[in-house]
């Protein structure tokens, strides 16, 4: 049955062209999402973000649950009235950051009993009650309830644990009646690759709007999450997304969108800026570095962003030393700009059917790159 919500276009190789339906406006894919996990991408505005060409981001059900809370959310409308982004809006259900709590969770067939880590009042999520919430939210695209696991696991650890992602898989699917809000599932299952690939079988059997890689960029090695998207990608639907989790370094979203993948999201834009790291063609420079004292040009000669057209490496470097709030916004909006173009220079690779060549190049300069010639 053909996708409300997604219209594959072309193929070059491995990589696809295509577009995203939602109630927000439409997204071409591959696509970055910036990350704003509680409802705001950090230091830039819903202006700034349209500026850069984004129309999809990314926020999470397990934060804006503990705080503001539902019932504000609820009470403003729902999350892009509270937030005033009127682009897309993916929420994650939160499994991710249950696991990542570590000593303050329990799963149960139930769900995720857990902690909160801000003012350590107990909690339950269940599969139902985060869709419930997402649904309150009025996210653009759902995410199930999955269980995430640490890396190594064993096998029998992971069958389990992948197996009850399926049992939350089927009861959120049970309770999705269809509508505007498209509900992804997510596949996990370790570093094994048959347990991967039984259970994107399974979860593609239930009939999903799209479907997620979840459970990698959890700090494996690069070859073991290369072999866990790999064993996925063949059971998933070809006629709907493909969302890799977490994953979004430039070196990796080139790589992955050869193996079929079609969106991404990551905090390594954001975060890496906070710190003076901005991207840069083949790499990052820190702006921090001494020997950007007297310079004058712009971080990334040619770049259309408002930081480089406005400000130098000099200035730029004296707002950091000098711990100015300016410092991390106008970083920010560099690198989301390299992101979005890097994104727009993927799809028209993949649209003129040079993708391959182009994926060669873009190697080819992380390989020659010298931050020192910057």
């Known amino acids: 049955m053909t996708s409300p919500f997604f219209t594959l276009k072309t193929a070059s190789g491995g990589a696809r062209l295509g577009r995203l339906h939602l109630a927000h406006g439409e997204v071409d894919t591959p696509v970055f ?8 991408v950090k230091t830039v505005r819903a ?4 500026r850069s060409d984004y129309r999809l981001i990314l926020a999470n059900t397990y934060h804006l649950y503990l705080r503001p809370g539902v019932d504000v959310v609820a009470g403003a409308g729902g999350l892009h009235s509270f937030s005033g982004w009127d682009g897309n809006i993916l929420t994650d259900s939160g499994g991710f950051q249950i696991y990542s709590l570590s000593h303050l969770r329990r799963s149960s067939e139930e769900g995720y009993e857990f902690q909160s880590h801000i003012d350590g009042s107990r909690h339950l999520l269940t599969p139902e009650t985060v869709l419930e919430m997402q649904q309150v939210f009025g996210s653009d695209v759902m995410m199930v309830l999955d269980e995430c696991l640490e890396q190594p696991s064993s096998r029998e650890k992971t069958r389990s644990s992948m197996e009850r992602t399926v049992r939350w898989a089927e009861r959120a699917r049970r309770l999705h009646r269809g509508g505007a809000q498209a509900l992804f599932g997510i596949v996990q299952g370790g570093s094994f690759a048959d347990l991967r690939a039984e259970c994107a079988r399974a979860v593609a059997s239930l009939g999903f709007d799209g479907y997620a890689i979840g459970g990698v960029s959890v700090g494996e090695p690069r070859p073991m999450m290369e072999a866990s998207v790999g064993a996925c990608v063949p059971f998933l639907p070809e006629d709907r997304p493909r969302y890799l989790m977490g994953v979004g370094k430039p070196e990796d979203i080139v790589d992955f969108v050869e193996m079929g993948i079609d969106m991404f999201d990551c905090v390594v834009p954001t975060r890496n800026a906070r710190g003076g790291g901005f991207f840069v063609p083949g790499g990052h420079v820190n702006i921090r570095n001494a020997r950007f004292r007297n310079d004058f040009r712009p971080v990334q000669p040619g770049c259309t962003c408002y930081t480089c057209t406005s400000h130098s490496r000099a200035y730029l470097r004296h707002l950091f030393i000098a711990r100015e709030w300016l410092a991390p916004i106008l970083a920010t909006l560099h690198n989301l ?5 890097l994104m727009r220079e993927i799809r028209e690779a993949v649209a003129e059917g040079r993708f391959g060549d ?11 790159f010298d931050p020192s010639s910057w």
């Open 337 to 341: 700009h390299f992101f979005s173009t």
């Open 358 to 368: 182009f994926r060669a190049s873009w190697h080819a300069g992380k390989t020659a």
């Open 33 to 40: 999402m910036p990350v704003g996990t509680q409802g705001t």
């Open 47 to 50: 202006a700034d973000l349209e």
